[in-house]
T-cell receptor, first 111, second 110 residues
């Protein structure tokens, strides 16, 4: 596809469940970002990859959050033992340089 | 922590009116970007400004970066219903990380 693709678009999890969110970036984009957007807020930085290397994970809220991009393309954001405060839209963005191209996001609701 | 404050938080206007939204910070940014986000979608980049005092125009939208590179404004002339959405500013201070404001939610009523 031409744009950044994220799946699933919607995920409902019971508190304590593990979830995995997938991001397919635009082909050839070296940089990949994950952001968390809570209701009524702007996106907040979670982590940054350059190819397969995770160069910055300072925004990950806790050690329950883990992201990987093993082959420098598709990325997965995993959240273990989900909590209600994890409910948010998780946005993935890729970039050739400078400009961010965002996916539609994965909306996570933790009950 | 660098913070960006956007105002107003909400704005509802009639079609054809003009409006200005603001993005302010106490920190200096090397660049500032404006995005528009529609419900259920990701943000879409509108413009990037990098030079203090810079003004960029995109059809009916005019973007200005403050001289000190701490603030920015977005002015929309003759707003149309298609302009409805969440307008986000994002400041860059390093090579990759962006700090986003909370956004201004604009509704243009036909």
């Amino acid at each position: 596809g031409a744009g950044v693709s994220q799946s699933p678009r919607y995920k409902v999890a019971k508190r304590g469940q593990d979830v995995a969110l997938r991001c397919d970036p635009i082909s050839g984009h070296v940089s990949l970002f994950w952001y968390q957007q809570a209701l009524g807020q702007g996106p907040e930085f979670l982590t940054y990859f350059q190819n397969e290397a995770q160069l910055d994970k300072s925004g990950l809220p806790s050690d329950r959050f883990f992201a990987e991009r093993p082959e420098g393309s598709v990325s997965t954001l995993k959240i273990q033992r989900t909590q209600q405060e994890d409910s948010a839209v998780y946005l993935c963005a890729s970039s050739p340089t400078g400009e961010l191209f965002f996916g539609e996001g994965s909306r996570l609701t933790v009950l | 922590t660098q913070l960006l404050e956007q105002s107003p938080q909400f704005l509802s206007i009639q079609e054809g009116e003009n409006l200005t939204v603001y993005c302010n910070s106490s920190s200096v940014f090397s660049s500032l970007q404006w995005y528009r986000q529609e419900p259920g979608e990701g943000p879409v980049l509108l413009v990037t400004v990098v030079t203090g005092g810079e003004v960029k125009k995109l059809k009916r939208l005019t973007f200005q970066f403050g001289d000190a590179r701490k603030d920015s404004s977005l002015h929309i002339t003759a707003a149309q219903p298609g302009d409805t959405g969440l307008y986000l500013c994002a400041g860059g201070a390093g090579s990759y990380q962006l700090t986003f404001g909370k956004g201004t939610k604009l509704s243009v009523i036909p």
